[in-house]
């Protein structure tokens, strides 16, 4: 069987804006440079997946069923564009008992970025070929934890505010060698 080539984006401050340890769905703010970048990436055979670090749950400033529940709702808004997130992989972790307040995630975990885990998780479940696989993020924590896999990394910050006309260009200048 073919492998799935991945598109791997971190959440806060790449996919939405982000406004530290959102806890309200109405905070919820789409990025639309990265979705346009998503788009580019889908119709290149690319699916996509979600890496996300939710310390806000060890941390008791919500719950696993609000972040399912802002999935949700982040899904029906990208699907008036198309796209689709193929999984959204989640570390509720945190590893500083001081701060931890759901002791259950108190945890020092492989799966919190700047680890692998999560990516080398969905890279097994869905049998991706992580050498032909993409990261972005947008902290060093996402580029260490691409590269840990063996995925291209780059920051989502090198998409931002590029003119519509050079948007295409520019996406095709970037991964020329990669997306083939
Ligand atoms: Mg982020
Ligand atoms: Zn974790």
Do not use: W
């Amino acid at each position: 069987m073919n492998k799935l080539n991945a598109a791997f984006f971190d959440l806060d401050g790449t996919i939405i804006k982000d406004v530290g340890y959102l806890s309200d769905i109405k905070q919820v703010e789409i990025i639309q440079d990265s979705l346009n970048l998503i788009l580019y990436l889908q119709s290149n055979n690319y699916k996509i997946f979600v890496i996300t670090n939710q310390s806000g749950v060890a941390r008791g400033y919500f719950d696993l069923e609000f972040i399912n529940k802002k999935h949700e709702y982040i899904n029906n808004l990208l699907l008036k564009q198309n796209i689709i997130i193929t999984k959204y992989y989640t570390c509720p972790h945190y590893n500083e008992p001081d701060k931890v307040i759901n002791k259950k995630y108190l945890k020092n975990c492989d799966c919190r970025k700047p680890k692998p885990g999560l990516i080398l998780q969905a890279a097994s479940s869905f049998n991706i070929d992580l050498t032909k696989s993409l990261m972005f993020g947008d902290k060093i924590l996402d580029i260490k934890a691409g590269e840990a896999a063996g995925c291209k990394s780059f920051y989502i910050q090198k998409f931002f505010n590029i003119p519509k006309k050079d948007k295409l260009k520019f996406y095709e200048n970037i991964f020329k060698d990669i997306l083939k």
